[in-house]
């Protein structure tokens, strides 16, 4: 069975501060996707990455970056510096095969103050 | 469009009602997929469309749920008898193929609520 686990349900953080968000996923299958979309409050899910299982190398856009190991089946979201405006909940997904549906974790909502 | 787009945003109905969900994807995307997301629930698949391959129902929760895709691109989503628990933010995702390295890329939503 596939499941995606995101264990922390809310994040409270100061601006400025780094923060991790965690991604456990669990699948049989060799070929799979990862995902990490964002909701922000006004409701629209934001993609923001993709990483297909044979990929392991990590990612970094602006102040974000992902760390992908399979050996520990995560994909965890780190955001660097953060700011008001990335307040949302976050999603991890996973997606088995070429076409497949996305399940999703349960969200992590983060609040960041100023 | 540029992007998904889906009507009515918000759409209040009786209980026992049939209502019906628009989804235009994104112009060119193959693949189209219905999601809903409810406060017990989380996000849950409901069904994908991919060209002309017979759909994937595996996640509509009754045989209330059907779907349809018209000339491979827009698509509607039928709720029969509408009962309280159907009541959620259905959205609509469309993608091409994931191994052109992009992702699903979802609508606004309809928010559906049965009195």
């Known amino acids: 069975a596939q499941k995606v686990t995101q264990a922390q349900t809310e994040i409270s953080v100061v601006e400025k501060e780094d923060v991790t968000l965690d991604c456990v996923y669990e699948t049989r299958d060799t070929t799979y996707y990862l995902f990490w979309y964002k909701q922000p409050p006004s409701g629209e899910l934001v993609f923001l990455i993709r990483r297909n299982s044979f990929d392991e190398q990590n990612e970094i856009s602006g102040r974000y970056s992902w760390n992908f190991q399979k050996s520990t089946s995560s994909f965890n979201f780190t955001i660097t510096a953060s700011q008001v405006v990335d307040s949302a909940v976050y999603f991890c997904a996973l997606s088995i095969g070429g076409y497949n549906k996305l399940i999703f974790g349960a969200g992590t909502r983060l609040a960041v103050h100023p | 469009g540029a992007g998904v787009s889906q009507s009515p945003s918000n759409k209040v109905t009786e209980k026992g009602k049939d209502v019906e969900l628009r989804c235009d994807p994104i112009s060119g995307h193959t693949a189209l997929y219905w999601y809903r997301q409810s406060l017990g629930q989380g996000l849950e698949f409901l069904i994908y469309?991919?060209?002309?391959?017979?759909?994937?129902k595996s996640g509509l929760p009754s045989d209330r749920f059907s779907a349809e895709r018209t000339g491979g691109s827009v698509s509607t989503l039928t709720i029969q008898r509408t009962q309280q628990e159907d009541s959620a933010v259905y959205l609509c995702a469309s993608s091409f193929a994931l191994w052109r390295g992009q992702g699903q890329f979802f609508g606004p939503g309809t928010r559906l609520t049965v009195l």
């Open positions: 469309f991919q060209g002309n391959s017979a759909p994937d």
